[in-house]
């Protein structure tokens, strides 16, 4: 059983949270947030400690005493470069779905990669993970498609999608082509329109609850605990998955 820490307790912790203790594989052993510390109902019959760590020594003073084999990162960049040492010096696996990280950020989760597991996505979710490898696919194949992105969220997100700028830099399209849309009731949506003579292909994924990421998560988390050290992207464990499926695939000659 993989013992896990969920930094970030926002609606997405909270949704990943619930799916974690549902999974026998996993053992939810506490929650880094940012408000103060004390327990966390979760279930009527589970709550757990939850602690307000932000700085390096927090962080080594609370894994010292609460040791746990991997983290689930669904708060701030800042985090990483609060936690990080604690990954590196104790060979912990991260799994980040933080989508604001900037380059200097991200080249220091790669430099974590070399003595730990890492992994880095700004959308932990299965099904868009599929979308991007599907989109890939069809741009190699099709480089004189025309190429649109939508992606829909609920009012308050400020920002771009991570997400959708992950796609448009995947298939090399330029981020202008990304279309925004706010509204209410919408978790999130993504859509990869490519347009051909005289037909369309519309790659779709909708985000119906949060609990997706949670699913995600614990993706990773399984593929995680079978690799060697090194910065990996959800990419690379699907990629990992398609190559071991085409293996076990008997090709057939040409008539």
């Not at 026998?24 to 760590?53: H, K, N, Y």
């Not at 779905?97 to 996505?121: K, N, P």
């Not at 480089?143 to 298939?171: N, Y």
Request: with cysteine; charged share 20%; hydrophobic share 45%.
């Amino acid at each position: 059983m993989i013992k896990v820490g969920l930094v970030g307790f926002g609606k997405a912790g909270q949704a990943v949270a619930s799916v974690l203790l549902e999974d026998p594989r996993f053992e939810l052993c506490w929650i880094a947030r940012q408000s103060a510390d004390g327990l966390v109902q979760l279930t009527p019959e589970v709550a757990l400690p939850s602690v307000a760590l932000t700085t390096p020594q927090a962080w080594a003073d609370w894994l010292a005493v609460h040791p746990v084999d991997a983290l689930v990162d669904f708060s701030k960049p800042a985090s990483l470069h609060a936690y990080g040492e604690q990954v590196r010096q104790r060979g912990l696996m991260l799994v980040s779905a933080i989508s604001a990280y900037s380059a200097q950020d991200l080249a220091y989760a790669h430099e974590l990669g070399t003595q730990a597991r890492v992994l880095c996505s700004p959308n932990i979710t299965v099904g868009i993970n599929f979308l991007i490898l599907a989109a890939r696919l069809l741009r190699t194949i099709a480089p004189f498609a025309d190429v649109e992105i939508l992606e829909q969220h609920f009012r308050d997100k400020p920002e771009v999608s991570g997400t959708a700028r992950k796609i448009a830099q995947s298939i090399d399209v330029d981020e202008d082509r990304i279309t925004s849309l706010r509204l209410g009731g919408i978790v999130g949506h993504h859509e990869v329109i490519f347009g051909f003579p005289y037909q369309t292909v519309r790659l779709i994924h909708n985000s119906i609850e949060r609990r997706a990421f949670g699913t995600g998560a614990a993706f990773a988390l399984a593929q995680l605990a079978e690799r060697s050290n090194g910065f990996y992207t959800f990419d690379d464990l699907m990629m990992h998955m398609v190559r071991q499926e085409l293996m076990k695939t008997p090709t057939t000659s040409p008539l």
